[in-house]
């Protein structure tokens, strides 16, 4: 089975959190970059996570999960002991919530991925939830490869995309032309001459 692959806009939406230890302490700091609105259900929590809580950047609710904490949320991550993804997970399914239970592909019904952040560019690795670890080791790989750049490209080809749509160019002729405008831009920097982008 294929897994589709998506991006989420979180802003302003509800994400539930289950678990208090290291694991739901980095998936909250990734969500919070994303901007959800983070509560976190956990009998105890790590001093971090204690923290956000009472600067009043996440709810907390020191206690184990239950089947309402789901209410109003967009997505589930279950970041506690595999018997309690378990029942998170069952409890989400019959809402048609996703979960994303770390480390727990049983239990999950989404996963994460390897991710890699550059320039206005989201890179997203996965290896549908059976080895975290390589998508972490290809993340890395892929980060050493890119170029540092690449805000230079996301602008050319954010200015291309504008152009083509007013002069109605093609979709298929689009990639040909976008490979141009960035060779352009390698050329320049080849040359020297960083401060000249051309359009």
């Known amino acids: 089975m294929q897994l589709y692959p998506l991006f989420l806009k979180l802003v302003g939406r509800k994400v539930l959190v289950v678990g208090g230890g290291p694991v739901a302490a980095a998936k909250v700091a990734s969500l919070r970059e994303a901007g959800a609105e983070i509560t976190l259900v956990?009998?105890?929590?790590?001093?971090a996570l204690a923290d956000l809580a009472a600067?009043?950047?996440?709810?907390?609710?020191?206690?184990?999960?239950?089947?309402?904490?789901?209410?109003?949320?967009?997505l589930v991550v279950a970041a506690a002991t595999p018997d309690v993804n378990r029942v998170v997970a069952?409890?989400?399914?019959?809402?048609?919530?996703f979960v994303l239970a770390v480390d727990d592909p049983e239990a999950a019904s989404?996963?994460?991925?390897g991710t890699l952040r550059r320039g206005g560019l989201t890179v997203a690795?996965?290896?549908?939830?059976?080895?975290?670890?390589?998508?972490?080791?290809?993340?890395?790989?892929?980060?050493?490869?890119?170029p540092e750049d690449l805000e230079a490209w996301t602008a050319q080809a954010e200015s291309q995309?504008?152009?083509?749509?007013?002069?109605?160019?093609?979709?298929g002729d689009r990639r040909p032309l976008l490979l141009q405008a960035?060779?352009?831009?390698?050329?320049?920097?080849?040359?020297?001459?960083?401060?000249k982008v051309p359009a």
């Not at 069952?90 to 919530?97: G, K, N």
């Not at 390589?134 to 993340?139: N, S, Y």
Request: no cysteine; hydrophobic share 45%; glycine share 10%.
């Open 42 to 47: 956990a009998p105890e929590v790590e001093p």
């Open 55 to 74: 600067a009043g950047k996440i709810s907390l609710a020191r206690r184990s999960f239950d089947a309402a904490d789901l209410g109003g949320a967009w």
């Open 90 to 97: 069952a409890a989400a399914e019959s809402l048609r919530l």
């Open 110 to 113: 989404a996963y994460g991925a």
């Open 125 to 146: 690795v996965s290896t549908n939830g059976r080895a975290p670890a390589l998508a972490g080791l290809l993340r890395e790989g892929l980060e050493a490869v890119l």
């Open 161 to 171: 995309r504008a152009a083509w749509r007013a002069e109605k160019v093609p979709m």
């Open 182 to 195: 960035l060779n352009r831009i390698y050329e320049q920097r080849k040359a020297g001459n960083i401060d």
